[in-house]
């Protein structure tokens, strides 16, 4: 954007209502600066030229004090001088500078050669300067950087009037610069975390050799670019979510959101807020309107993770959305209308949940046009090893040690468990040993699993085996389920699934 300042006339003073003008028009400028310029450099370089244009000045530098590093300043942008001497210790510039920074005031003065303040000052006397000012960039308290002006001729724009203007210029600036800042590192996560996020959820991040594994990888290449509706049922811990995700970022709406949306130990009110968004006012606590998360993710993928627990009153408003893809949020009469894939996922086998009352027909019907079955690690034959090295591998990179190794017997023992947690129940125990190990390779003492092996033919059920252990931890724990899922290293949902599930078998 062009600047619209006018500059003062080179004949004479100007007067004090067409100075204050020219302030206003500048603080203006400023202010569309803000609204319209994000990139860091091309902002501070439009900063320096309303600055220099609004006060006639000949010469000028702005500096930054560095991320990171609050007490170094570096030159940003420079006119009519050499950035690499502006801070330099033989011009009166770095001085003058610092002085603004300490004081986090204004530094003015219409004839430098005579001011006391700079007698003796070389540079002062060699580049012949007259009028110099220099104000600080302060944010809530702390120094941005600052800017620097002088002017060997034309010295009517270098006033008390303009050293207030540049006060409150530079306090928008500091403003500006902040949020061109925060905007940069926002632009520089944002692609770092979609990089991660395709490298992350590739399907050779998905790990295993096993038939059963292999027959998944081969269902999801068939599906990877049909845009279905796919249920994933297995088990708490068996990757669900990892599936779900690796079927966005390698599909067709990887570059749209994938929102995700647990929905288990919800109450109704909340679950359907969080799904379809409310208008203000349609319940106590609805205090604006809100965007469900179904219109947050259009374009893109929704994951529904539990859908089994879905209250019937919003499975038949899915059912609707589903049908035809729109829907209204609570407590509004509009009707919105989006386009998103549907993953949703159960541990709980959905079609005795139908046979049972508890799940709409219809609705089964329409989740489950793909059906993947996620195996339990105990029926994964050959890939708790290749797991085990996985988490190994992974730990390291992302703590930047070197990869720990596993004891022969260590790894025994953790073939020997049935890892009712599955893989999540795994990583978490090859993490936490990982720590305990130190500088040591991980072995059966540093493995936090109870000692319970496969049971042989004839004796008892691994099911028998997992309720006792459970029960006996959360006696342990003193019944708090959180220190018990903890300690087990399952979530805590899969803890109340599980307690769920022997309460109703009445065990």
């Known amino acids: 954007m062009e600047s619209s300042v006018r500059l003062p006339g080179s004949t004479g003073m100007s007067s004090q209502p067409a100075l204050q003008r020219e302030q206003l028009q500048a603080l203006y400028d400023i202010s569309q600066v803000l609204n319209t310029i994000w990139d860091i450099d091309n902002l501070l370089e439009r900063i320096m030229d309303i600055a220099l244009q609004t006060v006639s000045a000949e010469r000028g530098f702005l500096v930054l004090r560095e991320e990171g590093d609050g007490n170094k300043l570096s030159v940003r942008t420079a006119r009519e001088i050499a950035p690499e001497a502006a801070l330099s210790v033989t011009e009166i510039s770095s001085s003058i500078v610092t002085g603004a920074i300490e004081s986090q005031q204004g530094v003015l003065t219409v004839d430098a050669q005579t001011d006391p303040r700079f007698a003796g000052a070389e540079s002062v006397i060699f580049h012949q300067i007259r009028a110099v000012m220099a104000v600080p960039f302060v944010l809530r308290g702390k120094i941005v950087g600052a800017i620097y002006l002088d002017s060997r001729k034309n010295r009517e724009g270098f006033t008390d009037e303009s050293l207030a203007f540049l006060k409150a210029f530079s306090n928008l600036c500091a403003i500006a610069i902040e949020n061109a800042r925060l905007m940069g590192s926002l632009r520089d996560e944002n692609y770092q975390l979609r990089s991660e996020v395709q490298r992350t959820y590739q399907f050779k991040e998905i790990i295993g050799n096993s038939s059963k594994m292999q027959e998944i990888f081969e269902l999801l290449n068939k599906i990877i670019h049909a845009d279905i509706s796919v249920l994933l049922e297995g088990e708490s811990g068996t990757g669900k979510e990892l599936v779900a995700r690796a079927l966005h970022y390698n599909g067709p709406r990887r570059d749209k959101a994938f929102m995700a949306q647990f929905c288990g130990n919800l109450s109704e009110t909340l679950l359907e807020s969080e799904l379809f968004g ?97 195996p339990p690690l105990r029926d994964r034959d050959g890939d708790l090893p290749l797991l085990v090295r996985h988490f190994l591998q992974k730990y390291s990179q992302k703590t930047s040690t070197p990869e720990k190794r596993i004891t022969s017997e260590a790894m025994r023992m953790l073939s020997n468990y049935h890892w009712p947690g599955n893989v999540r129940e795994l990583e978490n125990a090859v993490e936490r040993a990982i720590v305990l190990a130190g500088d040591r390779d991980l072995s059966p003492e540093e493995l936090i699993i109870p000692r319970v092996v496969k049971a042989p033919g004839g004796s008892r059920s691994l099911r028998e085996h997992e309720r006792e252990y459970v029960l006996r931890t959360l006696e342990e724990m003193g019944g708090n389920k959180t220190k018990t899922a903890a300690a087990l290293g399952v979530s805590l949902r899969w803890l109340h699934y599980k307690l769920a599930e022997w309460k109703e078998a009445g065990n």
Not at 312 to 318: D, E, G, N, V, Y
């Open 278 to 374: 409310h208008k203000r006012g349609a319940f106590t606590g609805a205090v604006s309107d809100k965007k469900g998360l179904l219109e947050i993710a259009d374009g893109g993928t929704f994951f529904l993770d539990e859908i089994a627990d879905i209250p019937a009153s919003i499975q038949a408003k899915l059912l609707r959305f589903l049908q035809d893809g729109e829907f209204r949020r609570v407590g509004d009469t509009e009707t919105r209308r989006v386009n998103v894939r549907v993953i949703s996922a159960t541990n709980k086998p959905l079609a005795k949940e139908v046979e049972k009352g508890n799940f709409r027909e219809d609705l089964f019907y329409r989740l489950n046009v793909i059906t993947i079955n996620m």
